[in-house]
């Protein structure tokens, strides 16, 4: 089908690209500064997420900060360690092993948040599920980042952090959660999979096992089926799934 909307196959494939491309990047942060002009690109990708109500709940914050870049990092760290308890054994030690933020490394932070009380009391949408502005923000979120991957930049969550102790940190105003915190900047490679599929911690799970239909327990359609049986693959981890991350001795996760 065409249409006047439709995108050149050109078009389509670097979409796709950005999409299968993207990594949560921690250890190939580079120090070249992100000039203004392609920062201001991503904030405007951003800032056309789509939101229920129309509400557009998030802010930027551009911490270049070393002084506050430091204290997240400290927020982090202890963050880090508490998260580390969870793990025992061989577990624990793979997991303190692995690189989860690069705060200090990466040119710029920056923080997403959400205004739990833009749009005032009652939002078009809203009612019978409250959190949409949360969801709304999350979409503004991968708007960056997939427009970050396409401009060449990485970007990396760091979800590993207190979010009561990192708006005190950034002082925000009550009502406003700061949703994601990221290290943003160009990098010296995109890895070819996830790290922590690359570290063997977890890897991408089967479409196929993850397909219903009109309920929990009913197949999806046949035709659906055998389509995603013939899709290519795309970031498959290497062939070891017990390869060590590449970066050690330092701590975070591939966020969704």
Same mark, same amino acid.
């Given at each position: 089908?065409?249409?006047?909307?439709? +995108?050149?196959?050109?078009?389509?494939?670097?979409?796709?690209?950005?999409? +299968? /491309?993207?990594? %949560?990047?921690?250890?190939?942060?580079?120090?070249?500064?992100?000039?203004? /002009?392609?920062?201001?690109?991503? !904030?405007?990708?951003?800032?056309?997420?789509?939101?229920? @109500?129309?509400?557009?709940?998030?802010?930027?914050?551009?911490?270049?900060?070393?002084? #506050?870049?430091?204290?997240?990092? #400290?927020?982090?760290?202890? *963050?880090?360690?508490?998260?580390?308890?969870?793990?025992?054994? /061989?577990?624990?030690?793979?997991?303190?092993? !692995?690189?989860?933020?690069?705060? !200090?490394?990466?040119?710029?932070? &920056?923080?997403?948040?959400?205004?739990?009380?833009?749009?005032?009391?009652?939002?078009?949408?809203? %009612?019978?599920? +409250?959190?949409? %502005?949360? +969801?709304?923000?999350?979409?503004?979120?991968?708007?960056?980042?997939?427009?970050?991957?396409?401009?060449? &930049?990485?970007?990396?969550?760091?979800?590993?952090?207190?979010?009561?102790?990192? *708006?005190?940190?950034?002082?925000?105003?009550?009502?406003?959660?700061?949703?994601?915190?990221? $290290?943003?900047?160009?990098?010296?490679?995109? !890895?070819?999979?996830?790290?922590?599929?690359? *570290? @063997?911690?977890?890897?991408?799970?089967?479409?196929?096992?993850?397909?219903?239909?009109?309920?929990?327990?009913? %197949?999806?359609?046949?035709?659906?089926?055998?389509?995603?049986?013939?899709?290519?693959?795309?970031?498959?981890?290497?062939?070891?799934?017990?390869?060590? $991350?590449?970066?050690?001795?330092?701590?975070?996760?591939?966020?969704?």
């Amino acid at each position: 089908m065409n249409g006047t909307g439709d +995108f050149s196959p050109a078009e389509r494939e670097g979409l796709y690209r950005a999409i +299968f /491309e993207r990594r %949560d990047v921690r250890s190939q942060f580079l120090p070249d500064p992100v000039p203004a /002009e392609v920062l201001a690109r991503l !904030l405007q990708a951003a800032h056309h997420a789509p939101s229920v @109500g129309f509400m557009q709940p998030w802010d930027f914050l551009l911490i270049e900060s070393r002084e #506050t870049r430091r204290a997240v990092k #400290t927020l982090f760290d202890a *963050a880090n360690a508490q998260a580390a308890r969870h793990y025992a054994a /061989e577990q624990g030690e793979r997991y303190r092993r !692995l690189k989860l933020e690069g705060i !200090l490394d990466s040119p710029l932070n &920056l923080c997403i948040t959400c205004d739990r009380n833009r749009g005032g009391p009652h939002v078009l949408g809203r %009612d019978s599920m +409250f959190d949409t %502005d949360l +969801f709304s923000t999350c979409l503004a979120v991968q708007n960056l980042w997939l427009a970050a991957r396409a401009e060449g &930049l990485g970007v990396g969550w760091v979800s590993i952090v207190d979010p009561a102790a990192l *708006a005190g940190v950034l002082a925000l105003p009550d009502g406003v959660y700061p949703l994601a915190y990221l $290290c943003v900047g160009y990098v010296s490679e995109f !890895l070819p999979a996830p790290e922590l599929a690359a *570290a @063997g911690w977890r890897q991408r799970l089967p479409l196929a096992q993850l397909l219903h239909g009109d309920s929990w327990h009913q %197949d999806a359609p046949a035709a659906l089926q055998q389509a995603v049986g013939r899709l290519p693959a795309v970031d498959d981890p290497t062939d070891d799934p017990t390869t060590e $991350c590449p970066v050690a001795n330092s701590p975070a996760d591939e966020s969704p």
